[in-house]
């Protein structure tokens, strides 16, 4: 329908100012719905780095085993088993699962660690702390501790510990000094401080402390296993499926981090919504744009349809004729307003280089295709309504003879 | 004599009830091939209600209706599309041409909507007869800047375009001054002379049917002389 095509492009070109109008306001709305999806993408992906991004993605905790007992058939007890007390429930064979989930396609790190209860004594000053032993080495696996020393290293060995600002000032601890960690099993270690960190999160600037795994073997009276096993991916959005596999694997209890994350899901789903909500609405726009001019072209070719059909165009032709010039519409306001809105986009900073105040906008978020392909089948429905009332032209009274 | 059309016993009535007009009462007319007929009655005794009626742009209330043998009152929408665009050329007095495009591209519109684009073959064909029409100037002139006369005749080339039997052409001088009006005639009855084709022109002007072999006179719904 070559020739449709060239009847379609004139009836646009023809009146140009109005044409331009029209597909400045396709264009429009395409920006607007490029500018959501970058705007809703970036703010999602900043709210999850900025959350999620230092906290283990699956992690493995090691359970208490229940209380049970062996009752015989006269009733007494043959053996129980009691919840421990002193004792930290622990993943004895950790050592053999590690490499398998290492081997999960999606994970970038696992980081074996003994975590537990203790006392923090400098002096006559105490305070309760929530000690974690990492690999030495592997320090920032999960938790990026590197970025956020402000004193001394990360750096964990034996008769090291790490700890956070707060409780730094707290105790008047100072790079270099000494103090007795006690742990909640009643062993005690004597640790010199070799590093000072920031987080900006209270409770783990404020109460955490980090020593080497052999150290916290020792402090915990653990031999072998750990208490826990944390797990980084390279895509958060994996977490779940991730999880379930690497339980079908090693059988462990691999938890997720969006389980307790509930709040967080429904705020970026409710986020989500409202894009989809405007993005919608900027769809719409376009269709009641689109659908109007055309119908108003119809009515004001009204004379030259009832000729075109007198010499033998058929209705499907009419048809053809406008519907063309609705999909073009659509398809130039949609490149332009996608050109548009990667223009506004580019002054934004990375989605790597967020910043806070500013709006994080993620040009690589801005469905620009999709936002294109949506405009022209829009803007094609659009025009399905005028064209079927130009085919519908009575030449007779259209002619007005 | 050889027919090209026949109608018989055509009736057409407007509205219902008191608004009820009924504008031809059992009309019948046979035109012959290569014909040069004029159609003449006053205003409002239903001359253009007739040519719409043979040129398939309406259907009558009731009668018959046969042009090269294929019964027109039963066919549907598409075939009357079909054999309106292959054997009716039209001249109409207002809104005769598309003003978005250029004399040339008007005088193609028929063969290229069939063929689905403009062919060098259907240009050069339009292009004769727009020389034919005298508006060798013209070719390429956008449609809207033509004068009155230029536009009626740009609008005959189209209606020969796609060498049909049969032009029917509803007051196409109705708006031109006496020079251009005489001009386009002449032209007609030149192209009836060579090409045989049958033409059927109405008119409220005698001198203008005058220069018609034949003489049609419709009054009250009928053919009266
Ligand atoms: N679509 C229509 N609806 C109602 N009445 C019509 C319609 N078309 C024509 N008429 C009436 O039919 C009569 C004949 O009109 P027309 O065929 O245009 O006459 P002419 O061309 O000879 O002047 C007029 O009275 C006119 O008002
Ligand atoms: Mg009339």
Redesign the interface.
Same mark, same amino acid.
């Given at each position: #329908?070559? !020739?449709?095509l060239?009847i379609a492009t004139? !009836?646009l070109t023809?009146s140009k100012a109005q044409t331009a109008l029209l597909v400045l306001g396709v264009a429009v709305g395409v920006f607007i719905f490029i500018f959501m999806s970058a705007l809703i993408g970036g703010l999602a992906e900043f709210i999850l780095s900025r959350t999620v991004g230092d906290i283990s993605h699956i992690t493995i905790q090691a359970e208490d085993p229940d209380p049970a007992v062996l009752i015989d058939d006269d009733g007494h007890v043959l053996a129980a088993i009691e919840r421990g007390r002193a004792r930290t429930a622990t993943l004895p064979d950790a050592a053999t699962y590690l490499p398998l989930i290492k081997s999960v396609p999606g994970v970038v790190a696992v980081s074996p660690q003994i975590g537990g209860a203790g006392f923090l004594a400098r002096g006559a000053q105490v305070a309760q702390v929530s000690v974690t032993g990492l690999e030495p080495g592997r320090e920032s696996a999960i938790l990026n501790l590197r970025g956020y020393i402000v004193e001394g290293s990360e750096r964990l060995g034996s008769g090291i510990v790490v700890l956070g600002e707060t409780l730094a000032d707290d105790l008047s601890l100072r790079l270099g000094q000494t103090l007795r960690l006690q742990s909640s099993t009643g062993a005690s270690a004597v640790l010199t401080v070799g590093g000072i960190y920031d987080t900006g999160n209270g409770m783990i600037d404020g109460s955490s402390v980090y020593v080497s795994l052999p150290t916290a073997r020792t402090l915990f009276a653990l031999p072998q296993g750990v208490t826990r096993i944390e797990i980084k991916l390279s895509d958060l959005n994996a977490a779940d499926t991730t999880a379930l596999r690497i339980a079908a694997l090693t059988g462990l209890d691999a938890v997720p981090w969006t389980d307790g994350a509930e709040q967080l899901m429904e705020a970026l789903d409710a986020q989500a919504q409202t894009g989809y909500f405007l993005k919608t609405f900027a769809l719409i726009t376009i269709v009641i744009g689109v659908a109007s001019a055309l119908l108003l072209s119809t009515y004001r070719r009204r +004379?030259?349809i009832? /000729? #075109?059909?007198?010499?033998?165009?058929?209705?499907g032709?009419v048809i053809f004729v406008f519907v063309t010039q609705g999909a073009l519409v659509g398809l130039l306001g949609g490149l332009s307003g996608a050109a548009l809105g990667y223009l506004a986009l580019l002054p934004f900073p990375s989605r790597d280089a967020f910043e806070a105040g500013t709006l994080p906008m993620d040009i690589t978020q801005g469905s620009y295709g999709l936002a294109i392909t949506l405009t022209v089948i829009g803007a094609i429905l659009a025009s399905i309504l005028p064209a079927r009332s130009a085919a519908r032209v009575d +030449?007779?009274t259209? /002619?007005?003879? | 004599m050889t027919a090209l059309l026949e109608v018989s016993d055509l009736f057409k009535t407007f509205g219902s009830g008191e608004a009820e007009t009924r504008v031809l009462r059992g009309l019948s007319l046979t035109l012959a091939v290569g014909e040069m007929a004029a159609l003449l009655g006053p205003s409002g005794s239903g001359k253009s209600t007739l040519l719409t009626i043979l040129g398939t742009l309406m259907k009558p209330t009731s009668g018959c209706y046969t042009m090269l043998g294929q019964d027109l009152v039963t066919a549907d929408d598409r075939a009357l599309t079909e054999f309106r665009n292959r054997h009716i050329g039209f001249v109409f007095q207002f809104h005769n041409l598309l003003p978005d495009f250029t004399a040339l591209e008007n005088v193609v519109f028929p063969t290229a909507v069939r063929e689905g684009r403009e062919t060098e073959q259907a240009r050069e064909r339009g292009r004769e007869l727009l020389v034919r029409m005298g508006l060798e100037a013209r070719v390429d002139f956008p449609s809207a800047n033509l004068s009155g006369g230029q536009k009626q005749r740009v609008a005959v080339a189209r209606a020969l375009m796609n060498r049909p039997e049969l032009v029917l052409a509803d007051e196409p001088t109705g708006n031109l001054d006496r020079d251009s009006a005489m001009q386009v005639m002449d032209l007609i009855a030149e192209i009836n002379r060579d090409e045989g084709t049958t033409f059927l022109i109405s008119t409220h002007d005698e001198k203008i049917a005058s220069l018609c072999a034949r003489q049609i006179v419709v009054g009250d719904g009928l053919v009266t002389g």
């Open positions: #329908m070559l !020739y449709g060239k004139r !009836y023809a +004379p030259e009832g /000729i #075109m059909r007198a010499m033998g165009a058929g209705r032709f +030449p007779v259209a /002619i007005g003879q | -």
